[in-house]
């Protein structure tokens, strides 16, 4: 957390008035909302004027927006403060900047301008920062086992100590057989979509949280797939690769659809049932089957990564 406070040192109004800035998180993953909170703390009879709120900071989107204004400092009754809170979030990942803000203060017939300094935050794919799932997890090295020997049993003891080498032979590589299962990125989506679906049954995640989680399940699986950048971009972008493409018409009218919601449930309070929910799921179920059975998007992006995923 980090708190960047401006006091200008000089003669009336500056000398007087404080502004911070307080960045709630400077790393989140994409779709991870985090706040921006500024303070003004001035003298009875300041006016103080914030900018408007733009609907975007960049490729930052602003959710939600909430102001407090002119409260009694409870530490000192000579003071006020006025409060700004921005709720932001990005589908992009990367590092973006919370550009400074011009604030308006004036008192006795006095006007100054404070100036807040930039703030940067990094927004993280959900595939960064995690083990490799392409990757074996916790499979040790081969062991050699020195199998003890009789000092003296002839033919028998020799054969007895070559059916416990077999046996643990096998042993070992029945082990790391059933340790090696693998999984296709179908199948990978799929499974979180299951999962996503049996919570909807079970509790009430919200419309808002269903969808922020069904759109990064479909752009994870275009990611690891066909190696489409699709956690980076914006849903517009994506939209033009894939309309790149063709015979992707259906499938991008889908895509486009699941998108449209995600940004109604964000953005307009869009609320919907369990039955409804659980729609979606399915919905996004088959936008993924029918994705996976795309024959030109496979020759026009191949597949990113191999074809299968090692399951922990």
Known sequence: MLV??????????????????DVSKHSVQVAEPFTVETRVTAP????????????????????????????????????RSWTRKV???????GEHVIPSQEIQTERNRENKIFRTRQQKVAVMSVLENQVDPLSFRDIKSTVDVE?????????????????????????????????????????????????????????????KAVYARLETIVKTYLEVQFS??????????LLEELNLVENTGGLSNKLAELLKASEQARYAGWELDTSELQQATC??????????????????????????????
Not at 228 to 237: F, H, L, V, Y
Not at 287 to 298: E, G, R, Y
């Open 228 to 237: 489409i950048p699709a956690t980076q971009q914006t849903p517009r972008q």
């Open 283 to 312: 919905d996004a179920r088959e936008l993924i089957v029918a994705l996976d059975h795309s024959s030109t998007l496979a020759m026009a992006h191949g597949n990113g990564t191999p074809q299968k995923r090692e399951e922990s």
């Open 87 to 93: 709720t932001l979030e990005s589908l992009v990942a």
């Open 44 to 79: 009875v009879g300041t006016r103080v004027n914030f900018p408007e709120v733009p609907p975007t900071f960049g490729e930052l989107e602003v959710v939600d927006s909430k102001d407090t204004f002119d409260i009694p400092d409870p530490q000192d009754q000579a003071l």
């Open 147 to 207: 199998v003890p020997q009789a000092p003296s049993h002839g033919w028998v003891a020799w054969l007895a100590g070559g059916v416990v080498a077999l046996g643990v032979c096998t042993a070992a590589v029945a082990t790391v057989v059933r340790r090696k299962k693998w999984i296709a990125p179908r199948e990978w989506a799929i499974g979180e979509l299951d999962q996503l679906q049996r919570e909807c049954a079970t509790e009430t995640p919200g419309t």
């Open 4 to 21: 960047t406070t401006l006091a200008v040192g000089m003669q009336g109004l500056a000398a007087e008035v404080a502004v911070s800035v």
